[in-house]
T-cell receptor, first 116, second 113 residues
């Protein structure tokens, strides 16, 4: 149980285009989902926290107009990178918590974004 | 703000031997959770072990065990009988109730055959 999927696993896009990444909890309802960014050989950096049906909470320094997060249902959250640029190239990981205490997060397999 | 420190960027261990990864953290809270996550080359984050701060007993999961020293704010991970599949990045993480996870910078573990 507690499986989280991400789609796509890899995406290459041209500079200036937008890219949507989906995060799904497959066998549980996720009250909260998290989006992380990971640079090569670095730790996870939390970008934002999203709760179903409400606006995401962004960490300091993360542009909310550039990284649009939608948590439309208890099993789906999406991250849209708008007007992507090469510096947005990174590994993006989502995770989901199945209760409000969220003493554990279940991680998706990640999405590698390359912006040309 | 809470911080998590892993002072060993890289470690190596011989197959079948034991290795200990260090983690220290800073918090003013008394009840919280600590975690070790493994990230193999596939990049999938996998929970290795979890410790509740109010429990004095160290958590164990098969070949993985922790040495939790609350007063010293230390949370080390011991891997016994190391296997080739244990090679990965290991992240120590802290979480206080209702707050987000704080991850350490990671330790890259190599297992030598």
């Amino acid at each position: 149980g507690a499986v989280v999927s991400q789609h796509p696993s890899r995406v290459i896009c041209k500079s200036g285009t937008s890219v949507k990444i989906e995060c799904r909890s497959l066998d549980f309802q996720a009250t909260t989902m998290f989006w992380y960014r990971q640079f090569p050989k670095k730790s996870l950096m939390l970008m934002a926290t999203s709760n179903e049906g409400s606006k995401a909470t962004y960490e300091q320094g993360v542009e909310k107009d550039k990284f649009l997060i939608n948590h439309a249902s208890l099993t789906l959250s999406t991250l849209t990178v708008t007007s992507a640029h090469p510096e947005d190239s990174s590994f993006y990981i989502c995770s989901a918590a199945r209760d409000n205490v969220y003493n554990e997060q279940f991680f998706g397999p990640g999405t590698r974004l390359t912006v040309l | 703000a809470q911080t998590v420190t892993q002072s060993q960027p890289e470690m190596s261990v011989q197959e079948a031997e034991t290795v200990t990864l260090s983690c220290t953290y800073d918090t003013s809270e008394s009840d919280y959770y600590l975690f070790w996550y493994k990230q193999p080359p596939s990049r999938q984050m996998i929970l290795v072990i979890r410790q509740e701060a109010y429990k004095q007993q160290n958590a164990t999961e098969n070949r993985f065990s922790v040495n939790f020293q609350k007063a010293a704010k230390s949370f080390s991970l011991k891997i016994s009988d190391s296997q080739l599949g244990d090679a990965a990045m290991y992240f120590c993480a802290y979480r206080y109730y209702g707050q987000n996870f704080v991850f350490g910078p990671g330790t890259r573990l190599s297992v030598l055959p």
